[in-house]
Nanobody
Framework: QVQLVESGGGLVQAGGSLRLSCAAD????????MGWFRQAPGKEREFVVY????????TYADSVKGRFTISRDNAKNTMYLQMDSLKPEDTAVYYC????????????WGQGTQVTVSS
């Protein structure tokens, strides 16, 4: 089992940048496949980006491709989401998630961090 804690959210103007972090406890962080999701007010939670356990494989939603960059530091048990060229439509609560396998449902979720982009 792993506990996930997001940080780094905040208020930023359109065109600005934020860097989210997802810190995990436990000794097996490097074995988890990780992802970021977001949920805007009145909308369903949506996939943002995925990273493999070793960090070599990433998959981005079309809406963030070229603007967001996911990374992970397994030595620090931490995953990051660098968000550049932010748009008002990126406003949402961002969640990190972990799963045991390459595919399937995510088993563990963080509590979320709010990102607000003003126009």
């Amino acid at each position: 089992q792993v506990q996930l804690v997001e940080s780094g959210g905040g208020l930023v103007q359109a065109g600005g940048s934020l860097r989210l972090s997802c810190a995990a406890d436990g000794r097996t962080f490097s074995s988890y496949f990780m992802g970021w999701f977001r949920q805007a007010p009145g909308k369903e939670r949506e996939f943002v980006v995925y990273i493999s356990s070793g960090g070599g494989v990433t998959t981005y939603a079309d809406s963030v491709k070229g603007r967001f960059t996911i990374s992970r530091d397994n030595a620090k048990n931490t995953m990051y989401l660098q968000m550049d060229s932010l748009k008002p439509e990126d406003t949402a609560v961002y969640y990190c998630a972990a799963r045991h396998g390459v595919a399937g449902a995510y088993n563990y979720w963080g509590q979320g961090t709010q990102v607000t982009v003003s126009s």
